[in-house]
């Protein structure tokens, strides 16, 4: 199927929220991991979402061009000519922008959503975020609450980080400390900045213990009670039930238990990227250690094309981290929910 239209995209979020699923958000960095994410939901029968990174959409565009747009619009015109042969419903996302980063990746990006939409045409990709987490939150709201405009007139959706995740990704970091919880009163500040739908539909990654990338988990202590505990105040407050669709960033790693109950207080989108990257990198070393002497010229021998063709380990990286994202939907509960 097509990318995910707009409406497409509202449409698989309302289902996980009501349906009590989440979708896997896969980050990717290349033409082929994209390939082994889209095989991933297609051999699970699940929808999903598919990101880049702030320094992948720069990794996307050559050493020698360096720009995120460019990077970014490249990867999504790939994704939608070959996501048209799968048979699931696949949404894009451009993940963790920087306050430095907003004017050389999601303003330029929301720009071209505007342009495309007076042509009649649907937006590259259906949502972005802004990451807040390093500026105070006043000033954090201030910005999303610019961007929601614009994203209402780009016909996509805007997502926001409300607290701070722990680790680091991109060269954004934090420390594992108390700010790793929001609070209510965070929650309630986004509302009265944001609203609560009628400005503009957002996502929000409330945090509650997250932490990026590969942790220790004695130093990590995750405290889903929170999500509910913000959503039952807050929706009582608003006369909505579970006001906020919830984002889980940091889960890979996580326990079964954790995640169901994340989802549970309404997390309808889930980011993985330390697992999938591994799952695709550790295929590729078992190949280059267990055929060395075919992949190197060594001893001036001539080495064995077959093994050091690209292909011949990327085919086989795909398939195992397609199977991870196989195992990330059947525990978030997408398996086998695809859109007809």
Known sequence: MPIATPDQYVAMLDRAKEDGFAYPSINV????????????????????????????ALYLSGNR???????????ALYAHEVAAHYPVTVALHTDHCPAENLDDWVRPLLADSVERRSRGLDPLYQSHMWDGSAVPLDENLSIARELLDRSVEANTLLEIEVGVIGGEED???????????STVDDARATVAALGAGER???????????????????SVHLRP?????IQTVVGGETGRDKPFDLVFHGGSGSSAEDIAAAVRAGVVKMNIDTDTQYAFTRSIAGHMLSKYDQVLKVDGAYGN????????WGKPAEHAMAARVVEATQMLGSAGRAMR
């Open 29 to 56: 960095t290349s033409s082929q991991t994209l390939n082994a994410a889209l095989q991933g939901f297609a051999d699970a029968e699940s929808d999903g979402i598919i990101q880049v990174s702030v320094g992948t």
């Open 225 to 229: 009670e929170l999500l509910d505990e």
């Open 171 to 181: 060269g954004v970091s934090h420390e594992i400390d108390e700010k790793l919880y």
């Open 200 to 218: 503009g539909r957002y996502l929000t990654a409330l945090t509650f213990g997250n932490v990026h990338g590969v942790y220790n988990p004695e």
């Open 65 to 75: 061009v360096q720009n995120r747009f460019a990077g970014s619009k490249a990867l």
């Open 305 to 312: 094309k077959k093994a050091y063709d690209p292909r011949s």
